[in-house]
């Protein structure tokens, strides 16, 4: 048994952060699969049988990562969505869905929803489908406020599917060229894709 002394919520909490802090830097330098439970354990100052402590295995701590990332994402840029139209919905959504994305810490060199679709394939089914569901969840709220907005004829007719694909790879794949030492903000490029997204749906006579 290990012997790690008393340990309060609030450590253990911080630590298991540690811990999945480390493991994105790893899991970016050398990929998931080169990356040993030793090579983790170093990073954060502590010894492997230690870190079995936080986590029973590399996949578990993967597992956490990954939920942690996308799930926190996910929350976040739902509590942005507040209406009241749809517009003014989708407008939210994609401006929480660019700035919240750039903003969070990555996963290596993957964003959110980039790197659950890299990585998940370590995971097993039951927890890449925990993943998938909660993707699910983000991609049925776009398409909700995108069928309201052709119901009310604020939106162009459009096949609501395909269009909330595009306007997710839209905003997912920003961080496969943008740099925060560039010369466009998180603000600004939020607003310039928030712009792009409405004229692209956007109703003639709206």
Known sequence: MIE??????????????????????QFGERGYASTS????????????????????SKQ???????HRTLFGFLEAVETDVVGPGPEDKLRQFVRAHVRRGVEQPRIG???????????????????????????RRHLDLLRGMLREGIA??????LDVTSTAFAIMSMC????????PTGP?????LAAQYEDLVIRMVRSQSA
């Open 184 to 188: 466009i903000g998180p603000e600004e």
């Open 172 to 179: 997912d794949y920003i961080m496969s060229w943008w740099k």
């Open 109 to 135: 060199p993957y964003e959110a929803f980039f790197g659950v679709r890299q990585l998940a394939p370590f995971l097993d089914e039951d927890e890449r489908a925990e993943l998938v569901a909660g993707q």
């Open 4 to 25: 790690m002394g008393l340990v309060g919520p609030t450590e253990d909490t911080d630590t298991r952060g540690r811990i999945l802090t480390a493991a994105a830097a």
């Open 37 to 56: 439970l030793r090579a983790i354990a170093g990073a954060v100052g502590m010894t492997p049988p230690a870190l079995y402590w936080y986590f029973e």
């Open 60 to 66: 578990a701590i993967l597992h956490a990562l990954l």
């Open 152 to 157: 009310c004829g604020c939106f162009r007719e």
